[in-house]
């Protein structure tokens, strides 16, 4: 994975804390950004209060898999330093310090003064931003001063959602090369997941996925993506005769909800039938089914690539080559389908667990060439 720059990490975190008043979580979202920016407070003659406080629990990310974090902020609102260890399963161990100065100025933007140290590594940088429009959608411009000398215009727009906040951002350098960087970040109570996607200054692609965790989980079974937001979730499963037949269903404030089977059969050549069917409604009041038969055979020298058919009920009949790899975080699930024209679709997921949460994290192509992207946490407890 590619980590982002100290500039993007600034930028996520200026992002989501302009939209946490806006938020029923925003307690959750501010402990577990690091360099978090708040906002200064428009009473300005008042003192800001003193923060003394702790925040502990689990971390699941892509680059180094399950673990648990400890951050610490001290200070003030304007005037904090925040201490962050992360400690992974895998051996690996992040610590991060940083010390945040915020200036409120007088034609309404606010300056940042940042000096972070990461297993070792200063960076320090000076940035000024100013957000524009009404709470929950905001459009920021600023410039960010690295210790380097770097400069860097920034350009974007920072929006509360129904599941949580989309950022997108785009940073030009003195010599005209951009970096942009997009963050959807879901909100379930005290589960929150970021998702960052782009590309750096250098060309290469930014990607980063990560699960975090802390206080009391929900207490009934939650989903929340990035279509319909945060709704009720269920499932369950029965096996008869050997077949095993999982189903699940879901309900949206928006109206959209949907229900699912999964009827799972072993056979006797050692390949495994999946007859999958979906009816759901939209959020539009649209109704809508489909179905599959996808019939697949693991690799006989007991690698990780699987091949198959599948044939669905829109009409599209072919075959399926891919993998599944197991992960020190989850799953890498890569599969290509190619239909009876030899036309192709693409279907990726990313899939981070940890206990009884789970995070896909999907992307591909439709047989039309649409993008087929979504982001989905699901909560069982």
């Known amino acids: 994975m590619i980590n982002t720059t100290a500039t993007s990490v600034s930028l996520t975190a200026l992002a989501l804390v302009l939209l ?20 200064v407070s428009s009473v300005s003659h008042l ?3 003193p923060i003394n406080q702790t925040t502990k629990g689990t971390i699941d990310t892509a680059a180094n898999g399950d673990g648990t974090y400890t951050k610490t902020v001290m200070g003030t609102a304007n005037d904090k330093v925040v201490t962050t260890t992360d400690t992974f399963a895998d051996g690996v161990t992040v610590t991060s310090k940083s010390t945040d100065l915020t200036i409120k100025n007088s034609n309404g933007s606010t300056s940042y003064d940042d000096t972070s140290t990461s297993n070792g590594k200063v960076t320090t940088s000076d940035e000024t931003y100013t957000a524009t429009g009404v709470k929950g959608d905001y459009t920021v411009t600023g410039v960010v001063v690295q210790a380097n000398g770097q400069v ?77 937001g945060l709704g009720s979730y269920a499932t369950g499963s029965n096996i ?54 996808e019939t697949y055979t693991p690799n006989a020298s007991g690698g990780d690539s699987i091949s198959g058919t599948f044939t669905q009920s829109n009409g599209y009949n072919g075959t399926v080559t891919g993998s599944e790899v197991k992960t020190g975080y989850g799953n ?11 036309v192709t679709r693409v279907a990726d997921t990313q899939q981070l667990v940890d206990g009884n949460i789970t995070l896909n994290v999907n992307t591909g ?17």
């Open 20 to 39: 946490a008043p806006d938020l029923a979580d925003a307690k959750q979202i501010a402990a577990h950004t690091r360099g978090t920016h708040p906002l």
């Open 47 to 49: 003192a800001p209060a």
């Open 152 to 228: 860097d215009n920034v350009s974007g727009t920072s929006d509360k959602t129904s599941y949580g906040t989309d950022n997108n951002f785009t940073l030009t350098n003195s010599s005209d090369k951009t970096e942009t960087l997009n963050t959807e970040t879901l909100v379930d109570g005290n589960v929150v997941a970021n998702v960052q996607t782009g590309t750096g200054f250098n060309g290469k692609a930014i990607d980063n996925v990560s699960l975090y965790t802390s206080g009391p989980m929900p207490t009934t079974p939650s989903v929340d993506t990035t279509p319909n």
């Open 240 to 293: 008869v005769n050997g077949v095993k037949t999982v189903y699940s269903d879901r309900m949206f404030p928006n109206g959209a909800a949907s229900a699912s089977s999964d009827v799972i059969t072993s056979n006797a050549n050692g390949s495994t039938t999946y007859a999958q069917s979906t009816n759901a409604i939209a959020s539009n009041g649209a109704i809508s089914s489909s179905g599959s038969n």
């Open 332 to 342: 890498d699930i890569s599969l290509t389908y190619k239909d009876q024209s030899n």
């Open 365 to 381: 192509t439709t047989f039309t060439g649409q993008a087929s992207d979504s982001v989905g946490l699901i909560v069982s407890p």
